[in-house]
């Protein structure tokens, strides 16, 4: 087994339980750890040795230079070269050779599946001159200042054309004026235990602007209408987290948007100057905004024959790619946006305008880049709000909520997890604000279980296996409506056979039937061997790391964690011949725990490998959800399904006798060793969806499971 040490000569990787240690390190003191299956390729050896990379992420080497040497499983960071213009973050899936040349195959690799622990913080100041190229459109026109920080965009755009003849402009809807900004690039990444800690990205950007619209007819519709107005391609920036080289990419777009209900004859606009600091960052699983401002305007006000409802402006967005793959991206928009609220008293309902200048963020994260678990995800928030005005239209007859829709579980879905959510979807026509009413058992007419709650969730607690359950949503507004939905119905999922098996001290464990294996469904707590024999409980850190025969200890030396995670074990116990499982059973063997994994969807070729494998299998076999910290494993939609109910127990580390993991993750031991000091092993860790695989020392304090023989 091979080894890889940080800069600092750290020892190897909690989260992924191969090496030595497995010590928690604060984050306070990042350095920069990286593992032995991810390589780090410079500009210099990336031309000199990379032949072609093509379409799919295929790369093609010749196998006379090193990177011939590199395997499956193993991710490539490189650098900014000629056939990665932009950097690679890719894992290898697949290798050959031809023609004298390696073919490696590879997937796209997320940042935090590469690295074990970085921190970069790092800003960027975009210039014109960093600019590789510009794209222009719907009337705009920039000239670059030299040797300066400014990009002028003047606008003269056409949002909508009644006719479809440019020419005749009583019927149009214009966006013009002018903007000049400024943009520095910002990101801080921290990265720990192969996890996200902390990201934040965005832009800190001067504006000027002068803008107007003007509408000619009425126009109705329901959705923004975006116009690219120019967009700046800039050369790759290279962030370098001690020898770890981070490619992002900058592409600026600035963008005309228009939004909502415009009438005949209306005219208005808006002059200002900016200072704003807004992006997304994220830290201990939750978003939060980043968003700083400093400003002063000017206002034309609103000239209008009826009704209205708009918003218009321009935006500066700002996309980056990480290693050349989409990634984050934020925006921030500016302008005039009328809002309607809806108030009723005992003799009407009305509607009032608000109009205000506003600037606010869109911030999201498109692809699995930085952690697979930021995938599709975005916030959007104000970074400020002027009122201007306000006005007030009589309208009709306030309308009841829509009817509740979308439900999760599916209407009559099967196998479900008994540790499942409710979730549903509802609107309002009038843009009400909803409450709910849950109504939720396994009569065919449920009871009510909750009133008056404002989100669209309902977590039953852990529900009772082969049961049908029925389930109703009543939504009200604040104007006495509601509006009843459907009775929906799930059932959950089957266990399979169960039965109990005794070990020789008298203690009971739950078995299950998974395929056509026999599982304990607990982890083993025995302090003896099948024929009676005691073996020594090991409290002492150096003894514990000198043993080469079979002893057992607790998490933390506290006996009273037994109960619910079992004791923790070397292999040289796992391995004596008087027998540590019970009579007619056995620790499994990596054969054995493949099958099981197989079964639950795991391909051969994806069993036989080593590192994380499969897809949600981990979430399959874990169980115990208020057990595990909250992140992927647990939040996955079959987290348990498979009833093998594996708990994150930890484990004891070898070279120093030091506790760690509890929460985090666990490990099982298998039967099958490899070589003299080593045995085969499977990991379950908090932030994966998949099961670990790989080969550790003897000597570390592992938990275990029987299968019936």
């Known amino acids: 087994m091979r080894f890889k040490y940080s800069i600092s000569l750290s020892v190897l990787i909690l989260l992924l339980a191969f090496g030595c240690s497995k010590e928690t390190t604060s984050p306070d003191n990042q350095e920069v750890i990286v593992p032995e299956t991810t390589e780090i390729i410079s500009t210099e050896v990336a031309n000199e040795q990379i032949v072609e990379i093509e379409e799919d992420g295929t790369i093609i080497v010749d196998e006379n230079s090193t990177l011939a040497d590199l395997e499956i499983g193993e991710i490539l960071i490189v650098d900014v070269c000629d056939a990665a213009p932009e950097g690679l973050l890719r894992k290898i899936i697949g290798r050959s050779e031809q023609n004298g040349n390696v073919i490696l195959e590879t997937e796209q690799a997320s940042l935090a599946e590469a690295v074990q622990q970085l921190t970069l913080s790092e800003s960027y100041q975009l210039t014109p001159e960093n600019v590789r190229q510009v794209h222009l ?72 602007a002068n803008l107007n619209l003007n509408s000619s007819l009425f126009w109705e519709f329901n959705e923004e209408l975006t116009f690219d107005i120019a967009e700046f391609n800039f050369t790759p920036i290279t962030f370098m987290a001690g020898p770890v080289p981070i490619v992002i990419t900058p592409v600026l777009n600035v963008e005309a948007h228009v939004h909502g209900d415009l009438t005949v004859s209306f005219t208005t606009g808006i002059t200002y100057n900016e200072s704003v600091r807004y992006g997304i960052g994220y830290e201990n699983d939750d978003w939060y905004q980043i968003k700083e401002s400093d400003k002063t305007f000017n206002y034309t006000p609103p000239q209008f024959t009826t009704e ?92 009841p909520p829509d009817q509740p829709s979308d439900p999760d579980p599916e209407n009559g879905a099967t196998d479900i ?99 056509d294996q026999e599982w304990m469904v607990e982890n083993l707590k025995v302090t003896h061997y099948r024929n009676g024999a005691p073996f020594p409980h090991v409290t002492d850190n150096d003894q514990w790391i000198d043993l080469s025969t079979g002893a057992y200890c607790y998490y933390n030396n506290d006996p009273a964690n037994s109960e619910t995670y079992g004791a923790l074990y070397n292999w040289y116990t796992v391995d004596d011949s008087r027998g540590l499982a019970p009579e007619g059973w056995h620790i499994p063997s990596d054969e054995e725990i493949k099958e099981l994994e197989m079964y639950l969807g795991m391909s051969q070729s994806q069993a036989n490998s080593t590192g994380w494998r499969g897809t949600n299998e981990g979430s399959k076999l874990a169980g115990g959800y208020d057990l595990w910290v909250d992140a992927a494993l647990r939040n996955n939609s079959d987290f348990g399904t498979s009833g093998f109910n594996f708990f994150p127990g930890g484990y004891r580390n070898s070279c120093n006798g030091y506790y760690d993991g509890m929460s985090y993750g666990g490990e099982l031991w298998s039967s099958t060793e490899i070589g003299s000091d080593f045995a085969w092993l499977r990991d379950l860790v908090y932030c994966f969806t998949t099961v670990y695989r790989d080969y550790i020392g003897k000597r570390d304090g592992y938990s275990v499971r029987c299968v019936r023989d």
């Open 137 to 208: 459109y719907n009337g705009s026109s920039y000239t670059p200042v030299r040797d300066g920080f400014e990009f002028p965009v003047d606008i003269d755009c056409v949002l909508y054309d009644q006719d479809g003849n440019y020419f005749t402009t009583n019927d149009q809807i214009k966006l013009y004026g002018d903007l000049t900004f400024t943009a520095e690039l910002f990101t801080d990444i921290e990265i720990s235990w192969f996890s996200l800690n902390k990201f934040e990205i965005g832009i800190e950007s001067e504006r000027d």
């Open 308 to 399: 209205f409802n708009f918003e218009t402006g321009a935006s500066l967005r700002l996309s980056t790619l990480i290693h050349g793959v989409i990634g984050p991206y934020v925006r921030a928009k500016a302008g005039l946006h009328f809002q309607a609220v809806l108030e009723v008293n005992p003799t009407e309902t009305h509607l009032n305008y608000d109009l205000e200048a506003i600037l606010y963020a869109i911030c999201g994260v498109y692809f699995e880049v930085l952690d697979q678990t930021l995938l599709d995800e975005f916030i959007e928030f104000n970074i400020y709000t002027h009122p201007i005005g306000e006005w007030t239209i009589p309208l009709g007859e306030n309308l």
């Open 417 to 515: 997890s008994v540790n499942s959510t409710l979730s549903w979807s509802c609107t309002d026509p009038d843009g009400d604000p909803l409450t709910y009413d849950v109504y939720f058992g396994t009569s065919a007419n449920p009871s009510l279980v909750n009133s008056g709650q404002s989100g669209t969730t309902y977590d039953p607690g852990e529900l009772i296996e082969e049961t049908t359950y029925y389930w109703k949503i009543i939504a009200h507004d604040d104007h006495s409506n509601s509006t009843t939905g459907d009775v929906w119905q799930f059932t959950t999922i089957n266990g399979g056979g169960s039965g109990t098996v005794t070990d020789i001290d008298g203690n009971v464990y739950q078995t299950l039937m998974i395929g």
